[in-house]
């Protein structure tokens, strides 16, 4: 199971990566639309998210830099929960700007990548209530799983709206 995992995981981050390794400091904070999700400068020259603990309806379009800050998001929280810590917040993760966005999101992939080299089919098996929420247990690889599809799901919009701010300029 390990192993179908791992090949797995290796596919949703070559797709991910081809589209991050396009990107230009301009793509991360182009608007399609007048609703979005984006990201601020703070009074202390850091970046702060869009972000609601329940999705508002309609839903804002993601820049590609808020797709980046929640990828650094959901995949840090993950690597908390797995090492036994409790997942941080979303507020407390802070978008590192466009020329580092995409490092910091390579350093999440090598961690996560080192991580499954490590695993064995046996701690698959091992609850982990992040991302369900509170009192509902599943498996880890469960949590491995989703990660996967999340990775394949931001790199496929980080892709779409690079492909259409190209054809707006």
Known sequence: MIDALRR???????LTDLHLSALTDDDFLWAPTDLVWTLHPDATGGWVADWAESEPDPLPVP???WLTWHIIFWWSA?????????????AAVR????????????ALQ????????????DDL?????FP??????????????WL?????????????LRLLRATHQ
């Open 132 to 145: 369900w929420g509170a009192g509902v247990e599943r498996p880890l690889l469960d949590t491995a799983l």
């Open 78 to 90: 993950t690597l908390d929960v797995v090492a036994g810590e409790p997942p941080r917040a979303a």
């Open 63 to 65: 820049t590609i830099g």
């Open 110 to 121: 090598r961690r996560w990548h080192s991580l499954l080299n490590e695993l064995t089919d």
């Open 95 to 106: 978008w590192p700007g466009p020329a580092h966005a995409v490092s910091e999101i390579r």
């Open 148 to 160: 996967n599809v999340e990775l394949t799901k931001n790199g496929a919009e980080i892709g779409q």
């Open 8 to 14: 797995q995981f290796d596919v949703a981050w070559a």
């Open 125 to 129: 098996a091992r609850p982990l209530s």
